[in-house]
C-alpha cells in the first residue's frame, strides 16, 4: 500500500557505515520519497539517536489548542533540516485499554497530548471507587480518541502480516493540516536497532521564523476521492465535501491485484466423460486403487478405504490434496492430463473476502445482466439516493466495502448511517486469512480508515441481534456454525455439504458493547491463548437448540443456510475465470463455510449470514470425532458410489 511500510524483521549487530544503512533502508528511503541529501544525515541522526528538533522549533497553546512555530530559518537545501520525531507509544489495536490500565502515567501522558483531563487520585492505585471509576471512564474515552492522532504500518512476521500503531510525541501530533503544507512526515523503520521514528523535513524551499508547521494528514494521497475520506475523520481541522465520497476504480483490476496470479486454462480439453482425469477414476478398484499424495497429516492417517490408497510421491499420486496455491491448470492438463488436484481455478473469488463481496452483491443482479455486475454496481455505489445501500448486498450477506477500492463509499456509508442515527458497528477483516487474525470490531471511523491503510482490508456491518445459545455458565453467547462443503463439479454445479457440522463459541456473554473483548465478539478459540475452547457436538447442539428456540426448528434454519450455500456459488459460478468460479474435469475441492444466524427486524425469522469461505480448512476435529470424515469426503469427490453418505445434495 502506497502509505505503508511494509518489512521484514531482521536481527543483526550494528549497522557499521553508511553503505550498509542504505543497503538495508534505500527501499524505504526512495518510498517516502526523501530528497537524497537528507540521506546520510538521518544516518547520522540515527545512529546517534538525535532529536534536535527543539533547536528549531517551540511548542504554543493558547490554553485550548497547540500549535509548533519555527524557532529559526529551516532551509531545505541544508542537510541538517530532517528531523526524528519520537513515537511516545507504540501499541497493538486490541490491548489498548490492557497497555492504559497496566501503566496509567501512559494514559496521563496521552490524555495531556489528547488534551482531555487526567483524573486526580492514583487512579488504580486508590481504593477510592470513585477515582478507579473516573480512570476507567478516562480509558473508555482515551480509546476512541487516540485514533485520530495515531498512524500505523505494518510489519511481516513468518506469515502474517501484523499491524502496529503507533502516536508521535508532542512535537509531531500537534502539527496541524494543511491543503499547502510545510512539512512532510513519513515513518522509518531502522533495521538493525529495530527503531521506528517519524522524518520530519521541510515541503518548501524555505520555512521562515516564526511560522506555523503544517503537514497533510492524507501522507501526500492525489485521488480527491480518498482524500476526502481520509480527511473526514478530523472535523475540527477539514470540511469534507461528501459529494467527493464516490468511488472510480475501472482502471482497477481486483480479480489481480496484489500478487493474485492470471492463471492459464488448457483449451481443446476434451468433454468430461472423455476426459483422461475421468477415465482415471472410472478404472479404479480395490486392485486398483486411486493413489492420493497429500501434505496433511490427518487425511494421511484416515484415510482407510480400500478404493484409496495414500503415497507419498506426487509423481506417483493420481490425486494431489495441498494447502498451497495451484494455478497451473494448463500445465497439469498438457503434462499429467489424469491428475486431479484439490483446487478449481480462480477459486479465489470466494475464498478471498473482498472478491466474496463481489460474489454477494451479483446475486442482486439479475441473471441475465450479470455479465455487468461490475459496472452496475459501481453505478450503486455512486448513486447518492437515500436507499442506495440496499442494493450493494444479498439477504445472507451483511453490508459491506472493500477497503482498497470502495474507502469513500464507505465514509459516505457511515456518515449518512451516523446521521440517520443507526447503529455504525462494524467488523474490519484481511481480505485473504481466517482465524479471525487481524480482525476488530468497532464503531470508530478513524480507527476504520487508519486500519485501511495496513494490508487489503474488507470492512462489514456487525451482526447487532445475533441468535444466541445459551451456556450455563456464562449465559448468552455468540456462535458460529461450519458446514463442510464438497465441490464436485462447476459446470454443471454439483455440490453437496456434509451433514456432520461443528459449532464455535464466544466465552463471554453477549452485548454491543466492549467490542475489543476478543471472548466475547469472536468464537475462534482454539487458536487463542488462555481462551477456554467449548466443544459440543452437532447432536448435542441440535438437542439444546430444539430446547431454546422450539418455535424455530433446525430443518428450516438448515433449509435456509442451504439455500444460502446454493446462491453464492450459483453467483460464484455464472461468469468465467477471473470473475468466476472456472470449471475443470481435473478439480474437486473441500470447503468450509462459516455462518452465523441473525433475527430480522422483527425477531421472528432467523437468517443465516455467511462470514466467510474457506479452502484447505483444519479439519482435525473432524477427524477426530468423525473417523470416516475423509473417507466419505474422497469417495464423494472420486467416486459416483454416494449411498449411505453422510452429505445433502445442494446443487
Avoid at 194 to 203: E, F, H, I, N, Y
Wanted: proline letters at 5%; charged letters at 25%; aromatic letters at 12%.
Amino acid at each position: 500500500l502506497l502509505y505503508t511500510i511494509k518489512f521484514e524483521i531482521m536481527l543483526g549487530g550494528d549497522v557499521e557505515d553508511y553503505q550498509d544503512f542504505l543497503s538495508l533502508h534505500k527501499q524505504q528511503l526512495d518510498h517516502a520519497h526523501i530528497p537524497e541529501h537528507y540521506h546520510r544525515r538521518i544516518f547520522e541522526k540515527l545512529n546517534m539517536e538525535t532529536y534536535d528538533s527543539g533547536s528549531y522549533f517551540k511548542m504554543l497553546t493558547d490554553g485550548n489548542d497547540w500549535e509548533v512555530q519555527a524557532t529559526a530559518t529551516v532551509d531545505a537545501s541544508d542537510a541538517n533540516t530532517v528531523f526524528l520525531i519520537d513515537h511516545c507509544w507504540t501499541f497493538y489495536p486490541e490491548q489498548i485499554k490492557k497497555a492504559f490500565r497496566a501503566t496509567p502515567g501512559l494514559a496521563m501522558r496521552i490524555a495531556n497530548l489528547i488534551g482531555m483531563d487526567y483524573p486526580e487520585g492514583s487512579g488504580y492505585e486508590s481504593e477510592d471507587e470513585t477515582e478507579a471509576e473516573a480512570m476507567e471512564e478516562l480509558i473508555e474515552d482515551l480509546s476512541q480518541e487516540i485514533w485520530s492522532m495515531a498512524e500505523t504500518y505494518t510489519i511481516q512476521k513468518d506469515d502474517e502480516k501484523l499491524t502496529v500503531c503507533y502516536m508521535m510525541d508532542e512535537l509531531g501530533s500537534r502539527v496541524h493540516h494543511s491543503e499547502t503544507p510545510n512539512m512532510v512526515f513519513a515513518p522509518f523503520f531502522h533495521i538493525t536497532k529495530q527503531l521506528a521514528v517519524t522524518l520530519m523535513w521541510p515541503a518548501v524551499e524555505e520555512i521562515e521564523e516564526g511560522a506555523k508547521l503544517t503537514r497533510d494528514f492524507t501522507m501526500g494521497e492525489s485521488d480527491p476521492h480518498k482524500r476526502a475520506a481520509r480527511l473526514a475523520i478530523y472535523p475540527s481541522e477539514v470540511s469534507v465535501d461528501r459529494s467527493l465520497l464516490r468511488v472510480k476504480i475501472e482502471k482497477l483490476n481486483p480479480y489481480k491485484m496484489y500478487g493474485r496470479k492470471e492463471q492459464t486454462l488448457p483449451e481443446d480439453v476434451p468433454a468430461d466423460s472423455e476426459h483422461p482425469a475421468t477415465l482415471r477414476l472410472l478404472s479404479a478398484t480395490a486392485d486398483n486403487p486411486i493413489k492420493v499424495a497429500s501434505d496433511n497429516k490427518a487425511m494421511n492417517e484416515s484415510i482407510t478405504d480400500p478404493l484409496f490408497q495414500v503415497v507419498e510421491g506426487e509423481a506417483d499420486a493420481d490425486v494431489l490434496f495441498s494447502s498451497h496455491h495451484f494455478d497451473q491448470f494448463k500445465q497439469l492438463y498438457e503434462n499429467c492430463p489424469a491428475k486431479i488436484v484439490n483446487q478449481f481455478p480462480s477459486e479465489n473469488i470466494i475464498c478471498c473476502k473482498d472478491l466474496l463481496l463481489k460474489v454477494a452483491r451479483r446475486c442482486t443482479i439479475n441473471p441475465q445482466d450479470r455479465e455487468r455486475s461490475d459496472e452496475i454496481i459501481l453505478e450503486r455505489l455512486n448513486c447518492f439516493e437515500s436507499s442506495w445501500a440496499e442494493d450493494l448486498h444479498s439477504w445472507w450477506s451483511p453490508i459491506g466495502f472493500d477497503l482498497v477500492n470502495e474507502l469513500p463509499v464507505f465514509v459516505r456509508c457511515f456518515l449518512e448511517r451516523q446521521d440517520a442515527g443507526l447503529d455504525n458497528t462494524w467488523i474490519i477483516k484481511p481480505w485473504n486469512l481466517s482465524r479471525g487474525r487481524s480482525t476488530y470490531v468497532t464503531s470508530n471511523l478513524a480507527m476504520i480508515v487508519k486500519l485501511a491503510y495496513t494490508s487489503p482490508k474488507v470492512v462489514q456491518k456487525y451482526i447487532e441481534r445475533p441468535v444466541l445459545f445459551y451456556r450455563g455458565d456464562v449465559g448468552k453467547v455468540k456462535f458460529d456454525i461450519r458446514y463442510v462443503l464438497l465441490l464436485k463439479s462447476v459446470k454443471p454445479l454439483v455440490l453437496y455439504k456434509y451433514d456432520v457440522f461443528w459449532l464455535r463459541f464466544a466465552n463471554k456473554a453477549f452485548g454491543m458493547d466492549e467490542f475489543d473483548e476478543y471472548e466475547k465478539h469472536f468464537t475462534v478459540m482454539n487458536y487463542a491463548e488462555e481462551a477456554e475452547l467449548k466443544q459440543i457436538g452437532d447432536l448435542e447442539f441440535l438437542s439444546l437448540y430444539e430446547q431454546q428456540y422450539p418455535d424455530h426448528p433446525w430443518e428450516g434454519v438448515d433449509k435456509r443456510c442451504c439455500q444460502m450455500i446454493k446462491e453464492c456459488f450459483e453467483s460464484a459460478t455464472c461468469l468465467s475465470p477471473p470473475k468466476g468460479l472456472g470449471h475443470s474435469a481435473q478439480s474437486r475441492a473441500i470447503y468450509a463455510i462459516d455462518f452465523m444466524l441473525k433475527w430480522n427486524d422483527e425477531g421472528s425469522e432467523m437468517i443465516p449470514q455467511l462470514l466467510e469461505v474457506n479452502f484447505n480448512p483444519d479439519n482435525n476435529r473432524a477427524c477426530k470425532y468423525h473417523p470416516n470424515f475423509y473417507n466419505h469426503c474422497m469417495k464423494l469427490l472420486l467416486s459416483d458410489d454416494v449411498a449411505d453418505l453422510p452429505v445433502t445434495r445442494i446443487s
